[in-house]
């Protein structure tokens, strides 16, 4: 047979079979050489293949098979020898790589089905992971809900958003049907509908709190699932359907007290709030533990939100309450001083316009006794003069007492002479003892200092005052007055608690005790005595004419005195003991202290003249200077006359012994020539007494002249009495200064 | 003694007509206290100096308050201070007064008040004056009769 490269020969009729045989072996051999350029395009294109040798084993396996079929076309007609010589090669190498193959195969199987088994092992691994993580998922997010809940909760320090707040939110993050709030009452016997998450106004709505669930849920704290029929959850309107799961959780509520430095709260808070959330009926769910651990948390966190919002409340409640009584108080602190102050003008304006009225009657009073009267008219004159006086004195006492009592009396504090002190009160209240035939008595201890420093008018005052109600209150017998230094053993026994002596060295206490033998007071009454205006109604002698204000006004002055007074009377008519212990100052020996003038005690005019006085004069105005030398040329001085501050430094010598200077005249600085005489005459006996002349002054200037080393100021005009006294008070006391 | 007593009489009333009208005050009667036998013309001599310390004071717040540009207040105040100062010790009270209101001017600066004021003073001064020279030519006519001053209270 000849053959021939064409595809489609005249096929005879019993060729079917070689047909069929002929076109098989064609697709087998397209099919094996298409393979192998599958596998390769396939793995090529995979990345993680292991076998790839055993890939190019099978890929020779299947080419050789494809190429033995493929040339078994050839073999269906006649062929050459070499066609055959391929066709053996060809079967020879496929047969080969496939027992190759095979063999190999027998390895790779098992391998590629364990594969396939460690495949699933993972899978299912992935599978459960899978499902942890979403557990885990699910954790976070409860986690996540309670802590935004928190963080609303306690962003706020407002009660009612913090407890609105939880509702919502849990109502949210658990799709919960309702949610309420059940608070105990004041009286604690029963829980009230406070919040609720759908219904906006929860009514007044009450439960015992003594119910079975209750206490169960209160005894732990953990939520517990409660029925759907139990009071404090039968909110919803009852329906056909199937409620939903109900829990209830205690809300602890902690107050102030429980926190203690180092403890945690007791446990054994007796308050609790009951909240209930309930979740959606019909809807299957159930309650997960996970919710109820979130429902447990918030509680907790709600706990300590509600208790800072009650601290605060409370807090801010104080504050409120202080800034109140802040202003209430600063109000009636201004209202006070203005009172005082009304009261002050007011007394000031009193002070003048009563005292003058009353200058004039007593003055007028006085010069009328002087003129010619019949007897009748001189006893009604004298009645006017002693009613005067006594209103006079009134005046004098309400304004000291008034003075006294706002504080702004200051004692006088100069050396005096106590024993002439006492002498005075005796030389006064003895015409009046004697009319009433009573005797007096005084008795001074012998170690009494006679000078000491102290407020002696005020003190004369005083001791005046418990005199005078001795000899007032007693119609007979006698009134012994004693003066002693007090011990400090006799101190102590005064029966004032707050009395607190204290003993110094230049200080001492004077003890003055007046008995009299009158009508006596009721111990009971003692007290009242020293109050003003409160006047002893038991006494059987109305006629007391006092006001009730001088034992309160002696009690004042004591007080000032650093002492303390009081009276002992063992009853009515027993008569009373007065007792009286005043802080005084030790004077030291009085040649070289100053003495103060009193004006009011009588001076002596002693000297008319002062003769060879060596006098030096001071003054710019011509005019006024001649007056004054005048003055003095009548009462004999010796007068030197300058008119400038330098010819008065440059004259004044040793020799004079009083220099008067007019401070008056602006331009002249009168401090500093004083300051410049101090400085020249050392010694204090050569040094001449300074003393102003000025035409008017105040108590400043008066002041300044002190300061500045003067020894006497005088006012312009001067008089010839005038300065005669000033002249006699200046030698004698080597002091003057004229009250303003 | 007839014209010494009328004398007398007439010294006495105008004295205290004097006093009354108020052109002098008590520090008078003082300065006629003084007088005795050591200085038997102290008043006279007091009362001259015055006059001439009046006049100089006058004067110069006459031409401060002249100027026209800028019055120094300070220095008219300083002279009504010294006028103040020798009319009190004097006892010129109607001339002390208008010294009182005339410093009040001062202080405010008041150049019109301060003129008025100035008037016042001049003219209390000349009716001072004229009444004292009166005064003292009694004096004198009552030593010349033989007679001795009378001493009012």
Redesign the interface.
């Known amino acids: 047979m000849e053959s021939c490269n064409c595809i489609e020969p005249q096929w005879p009729p019993d060729d079917l079979l070689m047909k069929y045989q002929y076109i098989s072996d064609f697709f087998i051999a397209l099919a094996y050489f298409s393979i192998p350029l599958e596998l390769i395009y396939f793995v090529k294109k995979s990345a993680v293949f292991p076998y790839r040798w055993v890939l190019v084993q099978f890929g020779a396996f299947i080419v050789l098979c494809g190429a033995t079929h493929l040339i078994n076309l050839w073999t269906f007609t006649v062929h050459s020898r070499t066609v055959a010589s391929v066709m053996t090669t060809a079967k020879v190498l496929t047969a080969a790589v496939s027992c190759i193959t095979a063999l190999m195969l027998v390895h790779i199987i098992p391998d590629l089905l364990s594969v396939k088994t460690r495949e699933l092992f993972l899978k299912n691994k992935a599978a459960e992971l899978d499902r942890e993580m979403g557990l885990i998922r699910t954790q976070e997010e409860t986690g996540r809900h309670v802590r935004m809940l928190t963080h609303e909760i306690r962003s706020t320090l407002d009660r009612h958003t913090i407890l609105k707040t939880t509702l919502v939110e849990l109502g949210r993050t658990l799709a919960l049907e309702e949610c309420a709030l059940w608070m105990p009452t004041r009286t604690g016997l029963e829980l009230q509908l406070s919040y609720t998450l759908r219904q906006q106004n929860p009514v007044g709505y009450t439960v015992p709190i003594h119910h079975p669930v209750i206490n169960q849920v209160f005894s732990s704290n953990r939520a517990v699932k409660i029925s759907p029929n139990c009071p404090v959850a039968r909110l919803r309107p009852a329906g056909k359907y199937m409620p939903g799961e109900v829990v209830a959780v205690r809300v602890p509520l902690l107050h102030l007290s429980n926190f203690h430095i180092n403890d945690w709260p007791e446990l054994s808070t007796k308050r609790y709030a009951l909240m209930v959330l309930m979740l959606p009926s019909d809807s299957a769910r159930q309650w997960h533990v996970h919710e109820l651990e979130l429902v447990e948390v918030v509680a907790d966190q709600v706990a300590v939100a509600l208790s800072h919002a009650a601290i605060l409340e409370e807090s801010m409640r104080a504050r409120d309450l202080l800034m109140e009584q802040n202003v209430a108080l600063d109000l009636a602190r201004r209202e006070a001083e203005t009172a005082i102050r009304a009261r002050n003008d007011f007394l000031a304006v009193m002070n003048h316009e009563m005292r003058t009225p009353m200058h004039a009657i007593i003055a007028l009073s006085s010069l009328l006794q002087e003129t010619e009267l019949t007897p009748e008219q001189r006893l009604m004159v004298e009645t006017i003069l002693k009613s005067s006086n006594l209103l006079a004195t009134l005046i004098n006492d309400v304004l000291d007492l008034s003075r006294l009592e706002d504080g702004s009396l200051q004692l006088d504090l100069g050396t005096f002479n106590l024993y002439a002190v006492f002498r005075e009160v005796l030389n006064l209240i003895k015409p009046i003892a004697s009319v009433k035939k009573l005797h007096v008595s005084l008795t001074l201890a012998p170690d009494l200092p006679e000078y000491a420093i102290g407020d002696e008018k005020r003190l004369m005052q005083t001791i005046l005052n418990i005199v005078g109600n001795a000899v007032k209150f007693s119609k007979e017998g006698s009134i012994s007055i004693t003066a002693f230094v007090a011990k400090l053993d006799t101190l102590r026994d005064s029966k004032a608690p707050e009395f607190l002596p204290v003993l110094s060295d230049n200080h001492f206490y004077l003890r003055v005790q007046v008995k009299d033998s009158g009508s006596g007071i009721n111990p009971l009454d003692i007290p009242k005595l020293f109050t003003k205006f409160a006047q002893n109604q038991s006494t059987g002698t109305r006629n007391s004419g006092g006001s009730g204000l001088g034992l309160a006004i002696c009690k004042r002055f004591v007080n000032l005195m650093e002492g303390h007074i009081w009276i002992e009377s063992e009853g009515l008519g027993k008569g009373c003991t007065a007792i009286l212990i005043v802080k005084l100052g030790m004077a030291e020996r009085v040649n070289e202290s100053k003495l103060p003038y009193m004006p009011k005690m009588p001076t002596n005019h002693g000297q008319t003249a002062f003769p060879g006085l060596k006098v030096l004069v001071m003054d710019e105005n011509g005019v006024s200077r001649m007056v004054t030398k005048g003055l003095l040329l009548h009462l004999g001085c010796d007068v030197t006359m300058v008119g400038s501050s330098d010819e008065c430094l440059r004259l004044v010598s040793h020799e004079h012994k009083v220099v008067f200077m007019d401070i008056c005249v602006p331009g002249i600085d009168s401090y500093g020539i004083t300051i410049r005489i101090h400085e020249k005459f050392t010694k204090r006996h050569e040094r001449p007494l300074l003393v102003a002349l000025t035409g008017n002054t105040d108590k400043v200037k008066k002041e300044n002249c002190m300061r500045a080393g003067m020894d006497g100021l005088i006012l312009k005009p001067v008089s010839l009495d005038k300065m005669r006294s000033v002249l006699t008070d200046l030698l004698e006391h080597r002091v003057f200064f004229e009250a303003i | 003694m007839d014209v010494v007593n009328q004398l007398q009489r007439q010294f006495i009333d105008y004295s205290a007509s004097l006093h009354r009208e108020g052109f002098l005050d008590?520090?008078f009667t003082?300065?006629q206290?003084?007088q005795?036998d050591?200085?038997p013309d102290?008043v006279v001599?007091?009362a001259s100096?015055?006059f001439e310390?009046c006049e100089k004071l006058i004067n110069n717040m006459a031409r401060a308050l002249e100027q026209q540009q800028g019055v120094d207040f300070k220095q008219v105040d300083?002279s009504v201070?010294?006028l103040?100062?020798?009319?009190?010790?004097?006892?010129a009270m109607r001339v002390k007064d208008v010294c009182i209101a005339f410093r009040s001017f001062c202080e405010a600066q008041n150049r019109e008040g301060c003129l008025r004021c100035l008037q016042q003073v001049t003219h209390e001064y000349s009716l001072l004056k004229n009444k004292l020279q009166t005064l003292f030519r009694l004096q004198q006519q009552i030593l010349a009769a033989g007679g001795s001053i009378p001493v009012v209270e």
């Open positions: 008590d520090q003082q300065l206290k003084l005795d050591n200085s102290f001599e007091v100096l015055f310390d300083a201070h010294q103040k100062g020798s009319s009190s010790s004097i006892g």
